[in-house]
């Protein structure tokens, strides 16, 4: 049919065109500039920086004040992850077999410490972890009484070949009923973080399939009060040689109720 012999039809779609224009008109007015404004007024943010924020032109929330952080780039190790030194490092060899027996009196020989209230087990942690702290050990970025003179006359070719020595032996194997009970803050911490305090998830770094960083140590199957005293370390600034400050920032951020829960959450209960 023409339109002639319809004479409403075109006003009808003219109208329904006009509101369904003003509900858009609306719906972005509201979206990005009335709702924006009255969030940013209560988080004490200017009209201008909350439109902005709402657009996507301004970094944040206009419903939050933008977090900020006084954190410098200072990185207090020197180690280079090449090719070539990665490559090494997943290949056992005679030079780190040869240097075993001198570790075994802490480190047992297998890499399950003989004491592991002291030691960290080495078996089946990251050739990459045991690599950087005999790096830093050797180069001063790390210091301990023993290591740091156990350290510091080996070779290149030695701290790769007894990092990959050790990380090549299983983990301690303790029945999964003997792990410690948490409680929901501490599983908090480890699966999610606290964005609050500037805390990530532990998990993100330190959990065994983790895409951490490449020198972040595996936490299960340490000892509760190692890894209690390295995070007191770390938080009082006793030790340093977090790259970028990541674990001083973290660990500064924990009540010692949360350093331990976090230990004893990583660390099986050992019959000592």
């Not at 032109?57 to 954190?71: F, K, L, Y």
């Not at 050790?166 to 999610?192: H, K």
């Not at 770390?234 to 400050?245: E, H, L, Q, V, W």
Request: proline residues 8%; positive net charge; hydrophobic residues 45%.
């Amino acid at each position: 049919m023409s339109d002639a012999s319809h004479p409403l039809d075109r006003p009808w779609r003219f109208w329904a065109s006009v509101a369904i224009l003003s509900v858009f008109a609306f719906s972005v007015l509201f979206g990005f500039v009335l709702l924006p404004v009255i969030q940013g007024r209560g988080a004490g943010l200017d009209a201008w920086t909350s439109i902005c924020r709402a657009l996507g032109i301004a970094p944040g929330s206009p419903a939050a004040p933008q977090p900020t952080s006084d954190a410098k780039a200072q990185p207090t190790t020197r180690v280079a992850w090449s090719a070539g030194l990665m490559d090494a490092l997943d290949r056992p060899s005679s030079a780190g077999a040869a240097l075993a027996p001198g570790c075994s009196a802490c480190h047992g020989r297998n890499g399950r410490s003989v004491d592991p209230k002291l030691y960290p087990d080495l078996a089946g942690q990251s050739a990459a972890a045991i690599y950087k702290q005999l790096y830093d050990f050797k180069h001063g970025s790390r210091a301990n009484a023993v290591m740091s003179a156990l350290a510091q006359p080996l070779t290149e070719e030695q701290m790769v070949g007894v990092s990959a020595h050790f990380a090549s032996f299983p983990v301690r194997s303790i029945p999964p009923a003997q792990l410690a009970a948490p409680g929901d803050a501490i599983e908090r911490l480890v699966a999610r973080g606290d964005p609050a305090r500037g805390i990530p998830a532990c998990n993100a770094c330190h959990g065994d399939q983790s895409g951490g960083p490449v020198e972040a140590p595996r936490l299960t199957h340490q000892g509760a009060p190692y890894l209690a005293a390295q995070l007191r370390a770390f938080k009082s600034g006793a030790r340093r040689n977090d790259i970028y400050s990541r674990m001083r920032s973290v660990a500064a951020a924990l009540n010692d109720s949360e350093i331990e829960g976090l230990a004893a959450f990583y660390s099986l209960t050992f019959s000592y």
